[in-house]
Every structure is written in structure tokens, then in C-alpha cells.
């Protein structure tokens, strides 16, 4: 099993995400590299599907819905558009 980094998460509830089916995208179009997003629990798990597996199941991402919310929020008003190219 891949190591829980997240304190505030049980082993079973982080094995849970990390194994979740992950939805990608509409908008990841023809190339299908995107990133994923599953839920259990009260919690929001994000997944790089360009990488292996093993690989994108170790660099699973655990986010509360009030976290996301707030990045949203912030994508939403532009506060992060000097990043995209």
C-alpha cells in the first residue's frame, strides 16, 4: 500500500482515495493527459494520469471540499492566470 502522508486521514479512508476510480476532464482533450478527481469520505483526491500507476497513486493529492473551494474561487477570479501559457 502507498504510504499516508495525510495525518488527518485513516489508512483505509487514504487507500480508499488513492484507489478510487478518478473521473477525468471533458476538456482533457484528444492527447487524454489530464488531472483526475475522485471523493470519499468529506475528501477530494486529485491524480497525475500521465503517470504510472504505482507513480500516480504515491503522488495522490487529499484535499478538504473547503480547500478546493477556495483554489476555485481564486482560479475563478484570475488569480492564477499568470501561469497558464
Same mark, same amino acid.
Given at each position: 500500500?502507498? &504510504?499516508? !502522508? +495525510?495525518?488527518? #486521514?485513516? @489508512? *483505509?479512508? +487514504?487507500?480508499? #482515495?488513492? &484507489?478510487? !476510480?478518478?473521473?477525468?476532464?471533458? /476538456?482533457? =482533450?484528444?492527447?487524454?493527459?489530464? %488531472?483526475?478527481? /475522485?471523493?470519499? =469520505? =468529506?475528501? %477530494?483526491?486529485?491524480?497525475? @494520469?500521465?503517470? !504510472?500507476? *504505482?507513480?500516480?497513486?504515491?503522488?495522490?493529492?487529499?484535499?478538504?471540499?473547503? *480547500?478546493? /473551494?477556495?483554489?476555485? /474561487? @481564486?482560479?475563478?477570479? =484570475?488569480? +492564477? @492566470?499568470? +501561469?497558464?501559457?
Amino acid at each position: 500500500m502507498t &504510504h499516508n !502522508p +495525510y495525518q488527518q #486521514l485513516t @489508512d *483505509e479512508l +487514504y487507500a480508499q #482515495l488513492v &484507489h478510487a !476510480p478518478h473521473a477525468k476532464p471533458l /476538456a482533457s =482533450g484528444a492527447s487524454g493527459s489530464c %488531472i483526475t478527481v /475522485a471523493s470519499a =469520505g =468529506g475528501f %477530494i483526491s486529485f491524480q497525475d @494520469d500521465k503517470l !504510472p500507476t *504505482e507513480e500516480r497513486r504515491a503522488r495522490t493529492q487529499v484535499y478538504t471540499p473547503e *480547500e478546493l /473551494a477556495a483554489f476555485v /474561487a @481564486d482560479a475563478k477570479a =484570475g488569480h +492564477y @492566470d499568470q +501561469y497558464l501559457a
